[in-house]
């Protein structure tokens, strides 16, 4: 039950999150204090990630119908509902891509992937030592700790190493206080979904 909540929310972050890269890239490709060729590289990896992110949540269907005796996403109540841990995650996001200085952009977009990937070192050593061989999740959890995936989150570091090295100290503290920020959101993303925790009805007058 708890997976299934985290699938259907995800496909709803995961749009805002490509949402999010895309307008991040938009914003770097028009950083006058970076070479041309150097912002549009780092503009084209940014869309390039939108567009992979797009095709993840493209992929959550069939995820969602493996672990729901067949059903699909749509066929959840909670489809239909962007959740509140969800919102405030996705909205914090578009506010620091938007209106942030582009390396507090990335900084918050970061841990959405790096605390997968230490989530996946972790499942694969596991899964090694035959603790996950009985998983049901198993195949799922497998791609976060492969070595593709890895070497992906290090690209994304190294952007936000080299648009940081652009900035100031006050810039970097910003830095560090988003990518802190977006870590809690993914935990309660997670905790979210582990306690069931939706909108609290409201009461309309009579």
């Not at 988003?178 to 009579?206: I, N, S």
Request: charge should be neutral.
């Amino acid at each position: 039950k708890a997976f299934l909540f985290y699938v259907v929310q995800n496909v709803h972050y995961l749009a805002g999150y490509a949402a999010s890269l895309h307008a991040l890239a938009g914003r770097v490709a028009t950083m006058s204090n970076l070479p041309l060729e150097e912002r549009k590289r780092i503009a084209k990896r940014l869309h390039g990630w939108a567009k992979d992110t797009d095709a993840v949540r493209e992929s959550l269907d069939s995820v969602y119908a493996a672990h729901a005796a067949g059903k699909h996403l749509a066929d959840d109540p909670l489809f239909k509902t962007i959740e509140p841990a969800t919102l405030l995650y996705i909205n914090y996001e578009a506010l620091c891509a938007k209106t942030s200085h582009p390396a507090v952009g990335i900084a918050a977009l970061l841990p959405c992937f790096w605390v997968y990937d230490g989530l996946g070192q972790v499942f694969v050593k596991a899964q090694k030592k035959s603790r996950l061989q009985k998983n049901p999740f198993a195949d799922w959890i497998a791609g976060y700790g492969s070595p593709e995936y890895s070497a992906e989150v290090r690209q994304a570091l190294g952007i936000a190493d080299e648009l940081a090295a652009e900035t100031d100290e006050a810039v970097k503290a910003e830095m560090t206080s988003a990518f802190l920020t977006a870590c809690r959101m993914e935990l309660h993303l997670m905790e979210a979904a582990w306690r069931g925790l939706t909108w609290e009805p409201v009461a309309m007058p009579r």
